[in-house]
């Protein structure tokens, strides 16, 4: 099973970025999925969640209203559409896999992982 992340990079204050996650190895259409962050010289942080049918999302208070969770299941393929970046939003982003709607911010009800992916915002 493989999850991999594309789509970081460096973008200045308000910018946006979208990054993708796709998965393989493994369908996880029936699971939730999410996004987690670390940045440096801090413990990672839940961003995002998202459950199988897309009906239940939740997000980390900093990032609502800016960034936006997505999947499609068909692709085993999921989103985190990020806009008006700041630079406190610069971090390695983890996507995850394998939560419940009752654990979906829950770093280790997840239990598949991608590599992360940097993004870089400056000011």
């Known amino acids: 099973v493989q999850l991999v992340e594309s789509g970081g990079g460096l973008v200045q204050t308000g910018g946006s970025l979208r990054l993708s996650c796709v998965a393989s190895g493994r369908t996880f259409s029936s699971s939730v999925v999410g996004w987690f962050r670390q940045a440096p010289g801090k413990e990672r942080e839940f961003v995002a969640a998202?459950?199988?049918?897309?009906?239940?999302?939740t997000y980390t208070d900093p990032v609502k209203g800016r960034f936006t969770i997505s999947r499609d299941n068909a692709k085993n393929t999921w989103y985190l559409q990020m806009n008006s970046l700041k630079p406190e939003d610069t971090a390695v982003y983890y996507c995850?896999?394998?939560?419940?709607?009752?654990?979906?911010?829950?770093?280790?009800?997840?239990?598949?992982w991608g590599q992360g992916t940097q993004v870089t915002i400056s000011s």
């Open positions: 995850a896999a394998g939560a419940t709607i009752w654990t979906m911010a829950r770093d280790t009800a997840y239990g598949y």
């Open positions: 998202i459950s199988r049918s897309g009906s239940e999302i």
